[in-house]
């Protein structure tokens, strides 16, 4: 099995954060097949990075600029079998391609996601945070499976596919990931959730799969373990999911959300008030962000929904 690694960069301000990822490619056990380096609208970046990788392979974005657009670009310039996916301020352990490729046995798989934990900046996970929420800095969340199983997506840093699908199905919508809309960077996501969906529908019989022996780190700045990031992300959330919600329908676009929102969180909310009554009282905190973090995520899912409503032709 041929599989290309591909790493979306942006900005020299993560240069030893790239550099770190694709030291960690070069290290797996299952030598990747190509490293492909996908860098999005900076020309400075791109020469940079011809001169320290010469034995990768480093292109421009060519489509429209953002996530979406490199990581299409990623999948038209390899040629591997498969082609994997990781942040560029990510690193994998040695092991996390083989067991990517291992989840393709299954000719019926036609995407593995892994295991992504965070790495905190400050050198600890705040006391207020609940794991529930882990999504919110691209990291795997208490109430996936804890095992290998079918999943409805995986998360985009950490995840391969069969490379001719992701073409065969139009690749990466733009307009639903990472953008800047007004001043201020929105923190938009599910680019890989809508892409998921999308295969899974028009591939009958299609399987995602979880694999948590494909395992990443996931290096999470100080400026997003504030409480105002963790409010902000989900609110970003909520108006992604509606986007997802108009391009697949809400019923596959949300039957995941549903079951975490009905399942996990009143869990982890109790489990929260439970461990303030045996003294641990961050535990109110962790239990009081997860409700803020719910009506945060359902009032950015209103609030996209009505303006999609609105702006409808």
């Known amino acids: 099995m041929k599989t ?6 942006y900005t020299e301000e993560r ?15 299952s030598a990747p097949y190509e490293i492909i380096l996908v860098v999005d609208y900076n020309a400075g970046l791109h020469l940079r990075l011809k001169r320290e990788y010469p034995g990768a392979i480093v292109v421009e974005n060519t ?6 657009g490199g990581k299409n670009t990623g999948a038209a310039t390899a040629s591997g079998d498969i082609v994997a996916y990781l942040d560029d301020d990510a690193v994998a352990e040695p092991g996390w391609l083989r067991a990517l490729e291992e989840g393709f046995g299954d000719p019926a798989v036609v995407g593995v996601g892994g ?26 969340y208490r109430g996936m499976p804890t095992k290998r199983a079918p999943i409805r997506n995986v998360m985009g840093g950490n995840a391969a596919f069969r490379r001719e699908l992701v073409e065969r199905v139009g690749g990466f919508h733009t307009g639903i990931g990472r953008s800047v809309q007004g001043r201020k960077p929105r923190p938009l996501g599910c680019e890989e959730t809508e892409f998921c969906i999308r295969l899974s529908q ?17 290096k999470v700045p100080a400026v997003r373990a504030r409480f ?31 079951a975490h929102a009905l399942k996990a969180l009143p869990l982890g909310a109790l489990r929260g008030v439970g461990e303030a009554l045996r ?19 359902a009032w950015g899912y209103l609030v996209g929904s009505l303006r999609l409503k609105v702006t409808k032709p």
């Open 4 to 9: 290309s690694v591909v790493i979306c960069v």
């Open 63 to 68: 489509q429209e600029k953002g996530l979406s």
């Open 115 to 140: 295991l992504t934990r965070p790495l905190w900046a400050t050198g600890r996970r705040p006391r207020w945070f609940p794991r529930e929420f882990d999504w919110t800095v691209g990291c795997t």
């Open 228 to 258: 105002a990031y963790f409010r902000s992300r989900c609110y970003a959330e909520g108006l992604s999911k509606a986007l997802v919600a108009q391009s697949v329908g809400a019923g596959d676009g949300l039957s995941s959300e549903r």
């Open 202 to 218: 028009r591939i009958p019989g299609a399987v995602m799969l979880f694999e948590p022996e494909a395992v990443i780190g996931h």
């Open 15 to 29: 240069w030893e954060d790239i550099r770190a990822a694709v030291a960690s490619v070069e290290r797996q056990e």
């Open 279 to 297: 003294g641990d009282v961050s535990g109110l905190a962790r239990a009081g962000a997860i409700v803020v973090g719910l009506a945060w995520t």
